[in-house]
């Protein structure tokens, strides 16, 4: 899935009071009676790292599974909860260092810091994520249910923080920080074309989905370049 950061449109509720459509919903998935589990086998950044960071349990291909919080390298804030949850999960120091060079994680080095319950080899992801849903579908469900909201109460962080969050991220969409970057970038993909030999539509599209790979390294190339 692209992302075209020159047209992201995120609008702040018009009730101040009101909590975010977006804030609303990993709010929900965190606190939901039930147990979510993630098999992630794919690029998961930005928002979708922070939904993912709102599921219970999040196991992921060691082939194929990249994270990463890369609104700061863009001029943006993360507005999801990658803030607020992120440092929960794997310490300040860590935190600190993949929100701030928004870079590229992968599935090992994530398992490592805490970022994700599980990394496995990509084919036998499924099948665990299987047996661990129909392990827990075995067990009392207000029981699971009941643990689950005793270990929100010690790890989550209040919803008010990620309310801010999402208004300081809106913010963020109108500073010259962010707007210079989102055209640099764009800039950095049509070099990646103009470089080839003959630009041809398969060339832009490859240079898109590279692109969308490998988003750590080109921001950093982009920032470089400015």
């Not at 949850?85 to 929100?99: F, M």
């Not at 309310?163 to 049509?190: D, K």
Request: glycine share 8%; hydrophobic share 45%.
């Amino acid at each position: 899935m692209s992302f075209d950061l020159a047209a992201a449109d995120f609008p702040a509720p018009e009730d101040p009071d009101a909590v975010p459509a977006w804030t609303n919903l990993v709010l929900e998935l965190s606190r939901a009676p039930y147990i979510t589990i993630a098999a992630i086998r794919g690029r998961t950044r930005g928002g979708g790292n922070e939904l993912a960071l709102a599921l219970d349990l999040r196991c992921a291909s060691r082939e194929k599974a990249i994270f990463g919080q890369p609104e700061a390298g863009s001029g943006l804030l993360p507005g999801g909860g990658g803030t607020e949850r992120l440092p929960r999960a794997i310490g300040r120091d860590r935190a600190l260092e993949a929100i701030l060079t928004s870079d590229d994680y992968d599935a090992d080095t994530v398992e490592r810091w805490g970022w994700i319950t599980r990394a496995l080899p990509d084919s036998e992801l499924d099948a665990f994520v299987g047996t661990v849903a129909a392990r827990l579908a075995a067990f009392d469900r207000t029981s699971l249910a009941s643990a689950k909201a005793q270990i929100n109460r010690a790890s989550l962080p209040p919803d008010a923080d990620l309310v801010a969050a999402y208004g300081e991220f809106t913010r963020s969409l109108t500073l010259p920080g962010f707007l210079t970057r989102a055209a640099g970038t764009q800039a950095v993909v049509e070099q990646a074309v103009v470089e080839q030999a003959v630009v041809e539509q398969a060339v832009v599209e490859q240079a898109g989905i590279d692109f969308e790979y490998r988003l750590g390294h080109y921001i950093g190339i982009a920032n470089r370049q400015r």
